[in-house]
């Protein structure tokens, strides 16, 4: 797995959008971009994965930069219970867990 | 939705016992994990089975074993349990869809080992 590269930390009020970058610049052709996020006490949660073009489902948005060399995920209104640690993966089938980005959502 | 259920929320035993962590899944994946998760270490995979009698050594396999008889069953042994296996063990699976492997998590055991 490619290594990643995560801010220690960011802050976000509730309501606005958070934007937590990620850096995979040795991320090889096959190797596909995860979001998952861990919540205090409990199993990971998978949030989205892209390859090349940019995604979107009911959680998140994923942007991914022409070269893949770094992403982007969006969550668009965070709220309280979006705050966790999120995890930026790149991988294909084991994925390697780094120290994430714990973000934090405030009233 | 994928479910993915471990057999213990929270596990207490003593040191030198046998210790088994099992964990099914209800979605018919092809792929199962076994992590362990530690304060300022992260995720780390002990061992993982693409089918049914497979299995492969993770990045930290020593201590551990596992067993998979069945598709949806995956179940870690810790044959002789130490204090330094006090941890939180995290079991996931995934399917082999040629679209990036998604692995789905279950709820997690805490282990302590006295």
């Known amino acids: 797995d490619a290594k990643t590269t995560q801010p220690t930390s960011m802050d976000c009020a509730e309501g606005r959008a958070a934007n937590l970058p990620c850096n995979h610049s040795t991320i090889s052709g096959n190797e596909y971009v995860y979001w998952y996020r861990q919540i205090h006490s409990q199993g990971p949660q998978y949030i989205i994965h892209?390859?090349?073009n940019n995604e979107t489902n009911e959680m998140a948005s994923l942007i991914i930069t022409e070269d893949r060399k770094s992403s982007t995920l969006i969550l668009p209104h965070a709220t309280l219970r979006d705050t966790a640690v999120y995890y930026c993966?790149?991988?294909?089938?084991?994925?390697?867990f780094g120290k994430g980005t714990m973000l934090l959502v405030s009233p | 939705d994928v479910k993915v259920t471990q057999s213990s929320r929270y596990l207490v035993k003593r040191t030198g016992e046998k210790v088994f962590l099992e964990c099914v899944q209800d979605?018919?994946?092809?792929?199962m994990f076994w992590y362990r998760q530690d304060p300022g270490l992260g995720l780390r995979l002990i061992y993982f089975?693409?089918?049914?009698?497979?299995?492969e050594k993770g990045d930290i396999p020593e201590g551990y074993s596992v067993s998979r008889e069945k598709k949806e069953r995956f179940s870690l042994i810790l044959e002789s349990a130490s204090t330094n296996q006090t941890s939180m063990y995290l079991c996931?699976?995934?399917?082999?869809?040629?679209?990036?492997?998604?692995?789905?998590f279950g709820p997690g055991t805490r282990l302590t080992v006295l």
């Open positions: 892209g390859l090349k």
């Open positions: 993966i790149a991988g294909y089938s084991t994925l390697t």
């Open positions: 089975s693409y089918d049914v009698k497979m299995k």
């Open positions: 979605m018919d994946h092809e792929n």
């Open positions: 996931a699976s995934s399917s082999n869809r040629g679209q990036g492997d998604t692995q789905y």
